[in-house]
């Protein structure tokens, strides 16, 4: 089973709106990514949080990690009709193995 | 500089043809990996490595085949293709630091496989 998991699944909003999207996993990381896919396109990694770390930020970008919840959040800030795209979550478990595991993403539509 | 190149872009294949998933890096990253991408499921790892001559199994490993005999090239192969291997198929690398997965991954833009 996936060890993350996105949500929502499909977002909406106007340009301009900010935008967030929430990630859950189940087992104790190192890490969690963020990362972008364009429709037919490869992956582009964002940003990573360490697990001692609690937020992040890169430009428009905001990650939170609460490990005790086992959960992050990706605030993407005055959105752009180029934000559009799927944003996936991925995690790399603490069990030592070089797995990054990803989430099943959201669908991110920004409305001009 | 390229980054990671796949190759071939799309592909039919009939059931039961094999065929070989070409991917290169030109980045000297130690790990790299295979992924396929199915509408709904997210990313599902097929395969990794940690450098040349290491190779280990993901989530999905199953009908499929890898070697890394240099840094470079990670190829996957397609034994016996099945309509369920149809599928957009990404292979990524890294460099790792530290002996912790702490880098990001490079994506190709992937295969799009079609098993008829």
């Known amino acids: 089973s996936q060890q993350g998991e996105e949500d929502p699944q499909a977002l909406s909003i106007q340009e301009g709106e900010n935008a967030t999207m929430n990630c859950s996993y189940k087992?104790?990381?190192?890490?969690l990514q963020w990362y972008r896919q364009n429709s037919g396109r490869g992956l582009v990694h964002l940003i990573l949080i360490r697990s001692n770390e609690r937020e992040k930020h890169s430009g428009r970008l905001r990650v939170t990690l609460d490990t005790s919840k086992k959960s992050s959040s990706l605030l993407i800030t005055a959105s752009r009709a180029a934000d559009t795209a799927s944003y996936f979550c991925a995690t790399d478990a603490i069990t030592g193995a070089q797995k990054l595991v990803f989430g099943q993403g959201t669908r991110l539509t920004i409305n001009p | 500089n390229a980054g990671v190149t796949q190759t071939p872009k799309f592909q039919v294949l009939k059931t039961g043809q094999s065929m070989t998933l070409q991917c290169a890096q030109d980045?000297?990253?130690?790990?790299m990996s295979w992924y396929r991408q199915d509408p709904g499921m997210g990313l599902r790892l097929i395969h990794y490595s940690v450098g040349a001559g290491i190779t280990d199994q993901g989530e999905v490993p199953n009908g499929y085949n890898v070697s890394r005999s240099t840094t470079e090239d990670f190829p996957l192969r397609l034994l016996s293709a099945a309509p369920s291997q149809t599928s957009v198929y990404f292979c990524a690398s890294s460099y790792m630091g530290g002996g912790s997965y702490n880098s990001p991954l490079h994506f190709g833009n992937g295969t799009r496989l079609t098993v008829t």
């Open positions: 087992t104790s990381i190192n890490n």
């Open positions: 980045m000297n990253h130690e790990y």
